[in-house]
């Protein structure tokens, strides 16, 4: 049989945190659709577009889990215009490969999951496992402004 410690400040300490419980903020996933749309407008002519597209990307890059993914898939998909694939690796290049030896690039975070982890990567390792594999198709691109950053990615 154990007994407790009880002192003031544990006494204290306990009812805070149950006056003021953790709140569940969970980050949020990219959506694919939004990201498509806004890498559209980046390739834009119109500058009110392209401003506003480009601060969205940013904003996504900086908050959304699943951004740097998103970008990547949006790069190898052969359906996609060509200028919004080359778009897409640009963006994914300037922004992913500063992130992509940093396991510290996180987002404070908490979720009822795990309420203890209050971080959460931007860059996870599943989806670097995934745009590794993806990068591999990028050998054999016939364009030059696609292949190249992956080639560099691949060789990371």
Not at 15 to 28: D, E, G, K, W, Y
Not at 107 to 134: G, K, N, V, W, Y
Not at 136 to 150: H, K, Q, Y
Request: aromatic share 6%.
């Amino acid at each position: 049989m154990s007994t407790r410690l009880t002192t003031p400040f544990t006494t204290r300490l306990a009812s805070r945190s149950m006056m003021n419980p953790p709140t569940a903020s969970v980050t949020p996933t990219v959506n694919d659709d939004e990201l498509l749309q806004t890498i559209t407008l980046t390739a834009s002519q119109i500058p009110e577009q392209l401003k506003a597209s480009t601060d969205r990307l940013k904003a996504l890059l900086d908050t959304h889990a699943g951004t740097y993914n998103a970008l990547h898939r949006v790069a190898a998909d052969l359906s996609q215009p060509l200028q919004v694939r080359q778009q897409s690796i640009i963006q994914f290049k300037n922004a992913a490969l500063s992130h992509w030896r940093s396991r510290k690039s996180v987002l404070p975070c908490h979720s009822a999951t795990h309420p203890f982890d209050h971080s959460f990567r931007l860059l996870s390792e599943d989806d670097r496992i995934q745009i590794r594999h993806r990068s591999f198709a990028f050998l054999s691109e016939a364009d030059d402004t696609v292949r190249p950053p992956s080639i560099t990615l691949v060789s990371r």
